[in-house]
């Protein structure tokens, strides 16, 4: 079974929507840094604010955008297979979700 | 005629130390299904070449095949498909090989036993059952199962452990459970419930890509996630 | 036959799962790019701003319920990858992935009871 996931596209895509939550963690941990800064004054949080914009922080965060939007997309993809029958066709669905991603990303972005 | 070559897995245990493959140039025509190519081969080529089929239309589940990699019933695909070639048939991942392209089916089986397939509890005093057409939409892709262990190749979560009771099996226990006739819910969720269970399951989805029926067992499966776990947070309310 | 206690964590990694899909994206993109970069002002995530949003009920409910929730649905991913890699992991350090996710917890639950 070694190497499983390398002899099928529908295995790799598979492996990259699972490999998201490696980075979810890390962003999680990362803000947990922050609150723990947060807590110990301007001086550490502008500190931790500052490390934020150096390259690889940039370089992760992009990588990490593009990751959890994968997660995001499949997250929706396949939510009809966990749901109950419902009256709406799965379509509708991965269609509401999407669009709940638009609006709390819309809402998000205006509250900041 | 065009020619297509094929390389078939063979293994006989009674001489062979390892499976290997062996080469065939097959002549075809345009409607000639994959198993009418494995056909060709036994009765014109190679008389031992071991393999199953019966219906020829996708509906006894016998033909199931790796084909290229990708397991798949060879009546329903055709030859023209994969010219020029070479076109690589190896037996069902995830099963032990009992001769060439024949699989042991023993643990299906017995996982097939274990989720109770079949009506539970009484039939009504008098007359049949009665069930309407919603009622029967409940279940009845998932009564389109022909046992044919696609997506038992298919599933990586089986060939990493194959106690995960799998793919079709929980399909099927879903398909009773969800029949309006049935009582046997409470029975069933034994096999829901554990580990090897419904929660063996990672949701790679890609048995549902390769079932020939559209019974799409990632739903079957997944749904009872759901079905487990109120089971288990309310399981302290039944008493 | 033994009944799992997935559920428990399968339902945290579910709603740490929804979270992630409908905010992760976005929140990324502000607090690791937009904001670093300048795309939005330096105040979106000034010290004041922020520190008033982690003293306020809503605000400390958000962020316990983001790094809380967004921990258990990636560790607990991850302790399932590392099966799909045939890595396996006895049950100390099983309990290892879903305790740093509840340690984790606790101290973002405590750093905001104390801010």
Redesign the interface.
């Known amino acids: 079974m070694t190497g499983w996931w390398k002899r099928n596209p529908f295995y790799l895509w598979y492996m990259l929507r699972e490999a998201s939550c490696v980075v979810i963690t890390l962003y999680a941990l990362i803000l947990l840094v922050g609150l723990a800064r947060l807590t110990q004054g301007e001086v550490r949080y502008e500190d931790w604010l500052e490390h934020l914009a150096r390259p690889w922080a940039i370089a992760f965060h992009a990588a990490a955008f593009v990751l959890v939007a994968y997660h995001s997309w499949t997250w929706f993809k396949i939510m009809p297979k966990t749901l109950p029958r419902l009256p709406i066709p799965d379509r509708a669905i991965v269609a509401g979700g999407v669009a709940a991603i638009g609006v709390c990303s819309a809402l998000l972005w205006w509250v900041a | 005629m065009r020619t297509i070559a094929i390389d078939c897995l063979r293994y006989h245990p009674e001489t062979d130390v390892a499976p290997r493959l062996q080469r065939y140039e097959v002549p075809f025509t345009d409607d000639m299904s994959v198993l009418q190519g494995l056909q060709y081969i036994k009765d014109h080529l190679d008389g031992s070449l071991t393999f199953r089929w019966s219906c020829r239309m996708a509906i006894c589940g016998s033909c199931g095949a790796m084909l290229n990699g990708v397991p798949k019933l060879g009546c329903e695909h055709f030859l023209r498909d994969f010219y020029p070639g070479p076109l690589r048939i190896e037996p069902l991942n995830h099963f032990p090989i009992v001769r060439d392209l024949a699989i042991d089916q023993t643990d299906f089986l017995r996982k097939l036993e274990s989720v109770k397939p079949y009506l539970i509890g009484e039939p009504p005093a008098k007359g049949t059952h009665q069930q309407t057409p919603r009622q029967m939409d409940e279940y009845y892709q998932y009564s389109q199962c022909i046992n044919c262990l696609l997506c038992y190749a298919a599933c990586p979560q089986y060939g990493l452990n194959d106690k995960f009771t799998g793919p079709a099996a929980l399909a099927l226990l879903h398909r009773y459970n969800a029949d309006s006739r049935d009582k046997g819910k409470e029975e069933r969720m034994a096999v829901v419930n554990q580990e090897d269970g419904v929660w063996g399951c990672t949701l790679v989805g890609y048995c549902s890509e390769v079932c020939p029926k559209g019974v799409d067992p990632a739903r079957a499966v997944n749904q009872n996630k759901i079905e487990s776990t109120k089971d288990y947070f309310f399981r302290f309310l039944k008493r | ?8 964590f ?2 945290l990694f579910g709603a ?3 979270l ?18 300048g795309w ?1 002002p330096r105040e ?2 000034s ?1 004041e701003r ?2 008033a949003f ?1 003293q306020s009920g809503l605000g400390r409910l958000a ?1 316990l319920a ?2 809380s929730l ?2 258990f ?6 302790y ?2 590392l ?2 890699f ?1 890595i396996h992991v006895g049950p100390g350090r099983k309990a290892l992935f879903h305790g740093v996710a509840f340690l ?1 917890t606790l ?2 639950a405590g ?2 009871l ?2």
């Open positions: 036959m033994k009944r799992s206690n997935k559920p428990i399968w339902s740490g799962g929804m992630s899909a409908l905010i992760g994206p976005m929140l990324i993109f502000i607090t690791g790019i937009a904001v670093p970069l939005l979106t995530m010290y922020v520190l982690a962020i983001v790094i967004f921990l649905h990636g560790l607990h991913r991850m399932h990858s099966h799909d045939g984790g101290v973002a750093l905001l104390s801010v």
